[in-house]
Nanobody, 125 residues
């Protein structure tokens, strides 16, 4: 059992930045691949980024690479997503998720066993 709680979402103007946080509890945080996914209005949920157990490897949706940065602090049981140069197309609910292994197909939703409730990011033009 893993409980995930996201925070840090809000409303920003285009070009602005946000830092999302996801606090984990219930099981050993350092044993999980952690990921961020998002769902925009009228769209399917999509993979955004993932980070392996010790933080040594990161994965990104190609179109977001360079603007978003994922990181983790295992001592704090927390994973972060830094969002920079935001545009209105980034508006979505952002979800934190945990997977038990560093799967090669890390982008698939079904690989993640635990999910947070999401945090809303709204970017105005």
């Amino acid at each position: 059992q893993v409980h995930l709680v996201e925070s840090g979402g809000g409303v920003v103007q285009a070009g602005g930045s946000l830092r999302l946080s996801c606090a984990a509890s219930g099981r050993t945080f350092s044993t999980f691949l952690m990921g961020w996914h998002r769902q925009a209005p009228g769209k399917e949920r999509e993979f955004v980024a993932a980070i392996n157990q010790d933080g040594g490897r990161t994965y990104y949706l190609d179109s977001l690479k360079g603007r978003f940065t994922i990181s983790r602090d295992n001592a704090k049981n927390t994973v972060y997503l830094q969002l920079n140069s935001l545009n209105p197309e980034d508006t979505a609910v952002y979800y934190c998720a945990a997977a038990p292994h560093e799967y090669i197909d890390y982008q698939l939703q079904r690989r993640y066993n635990y999910w947070g409730q999401g945090t809303q990011v709204t970017v105005s033009s």
